[in-house]
């Protein structure tokens, strides 16, 4: 075997589709919906959407953050040629700060050890940094815990007394907003309102206070302060299933194949490894060339049910287990023939959301649209005008 290419390549199984109109659609709908500035979060390959395709549509429309988790996105970013503003929040110990604070990437410290390192990568780099320190206000993830905020503060004000850093702003992230009434929203806000005056008593004034993610940007007022963090709403999806009111998100993400084969079952046939489904009447069944090697849940199938897929505009049930390549839908007695479209999901309507497999799946639309990919290949279209380049 070799690493080189051997000869012409004849294309994937299936295609991942994003409409960078969608997600264009989607940050206009939060930006006038919330009235404050979006921080656009791309991380995680843009939720499987493709990073610099998405940084690249959220900026068109009028995004005035990005935002991403590790220093590699936000360099990744960089070198695609995105000079705007830019955050990221999740770093290592040993982390070499020297290139992200020289190329103005906000910095998210959650320690004094982290604003030490920082330190001395603007010393290095020869410029100061740009810090938002980030406080944990009860989901227990990132972020300073409560009892180290005074000497976090005091450490970040020395630093922007000698010049090592702006400290451009102060933020925090919500465990429940997808649960509006859940009381430990409520409890958080106190606690971001009482780190922001504790770090003004500390005399620090940071310009930018952020607090809400997508769901608590729609569902929570109250919480928006400079900026709002949106990820999953940015894609179309719902932040909060059942909770959302209308906006006409519309989700930027369609997952299509064809189907390979098709086939006739009598009853009493039994359908892929461990036999987990058998025919009780007479069907024919499609043959559908992904797997959970290209991120298709093992658990779209379920003896309790499972998934649906779009073939010929009609939603058809996976029967029997996912494999690593390929599953089985149950086409019952209509015509279909091998090479007919399957949509895995999409937009709704006659084919199913990325929302739906979630529920059939037992998860969260979030990991269906990250998760999805593998062998796939991803292309991009808009519909509201030429194809276009893939880049911020
Ligand atoms: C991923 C992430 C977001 C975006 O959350 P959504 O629910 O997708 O809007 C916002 N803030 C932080 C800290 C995150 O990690």
């Not at 702006?166 to 106190?190: I, M, Y």
């Not at 930027?252 to 039994?270: C, F, Q, S, Y």
Request: charged share 20%; proline share 7%; glycine share 12%.
């Amino acid at each position: 075997m070799s690493d080189q290419p051997a000869g012409p390549r004849v294309g994937p199984n299936a295609e991942i589709v994003v409409d960078v109109a969608a997600i264009r659609h989607n940050v206009r709908v939060l930006r006038e919906l919330t009235g404050v500035p979006i921080i656009a979060v791309v991380k995680a390959d843009g939720y499987g959407h493709g990073m610099l395709a998405a940084a690249r549509a959220v900026r068109e429309a009028g995004a005035e953050w990005i935002g991403v988790a590790t220093v590699d996105e936000a360099l990744q970013l960089r070198d695609a040629g995105y000079s705007g503003p830019l955050l990221c929040w999740l770093t290592l110990p040993g982390t070499d700060y020297e290139r992200p604070v020289a190329e103005g990437v906000d910095l998210s410290p959650y320690s004094v050890s982290e604003l030490d390192a920082i330190a001395a990568a603007a010393e290095a780099a020869g410029r100061r940094a740009r810090v938002q320190i980030k406080v944990d206000t009860g989901l227990n993830r990132g972020g300073a815990s409560r009892s180290t905020w005074a000497e976090l503060f005091a450490r970040a004000r020395e630093g922007e007394r000698v010049g090592s850093w702006k400290v451009t702003g102060l933020w925090s992230h919500f465990a429940c907003s997808d649960e509006p009434d859940h009381p430990a929203n409520d409890r958080q806000e106190q606690a971001f309102r009482a780190a922001v005056a504790l770090a003004g008593d500390c005399g620090l004034h940071p310009e930018l206070l952020h607090l809400s993610n997508s769901a608590a940007a729609v569902l929570r007022p109250s919480a928006r302060f400079g900026a709002v963090r949106c990820g999953i709403a940015v894609y179309g999806l719902d932040p909060a299933p059942g909770r959302t009111p209308d906006l006409g998100l519309v989700p930027a993400m369609t997952v299509r194949t064809r189907l390979a084969l098709v086939k006739d079952l009598v009853p009493g046939d039994a359908v892929s490894y461990g036999q987990r489904w058998v025919a009780d009447r007479p069907t024919t069944v499609g043959l559908v060339p992904v797997g959970y090697g290209d991120g298709v849940p093992r658990h779209a199938f379920h003896p309790g049910g499972g998934a649906e897929v779009a073939v010929r505009g009609k939603r058809r049930p996976i029967r029997g287990s996912v494999c690593m390549d390929q599953f089985m839908v149950d086409l019952g007695g209509d015509v279909a023939e091998a090479g007919d479209e399957v949509v895995l999901f999409g937009a709704g309507g006659d084919v199913p959301t990325a929302q739906d497999w979630a529920e059939a799946c037992g998860t969260i639309n979030y990991e269906i649209v990250t998760r999805i990919g593998g062998r796939m290949t991803r292309t991009y279209v808009d519909s509201a005008g030429p194809a276009p380049e893939a880049g911020p």
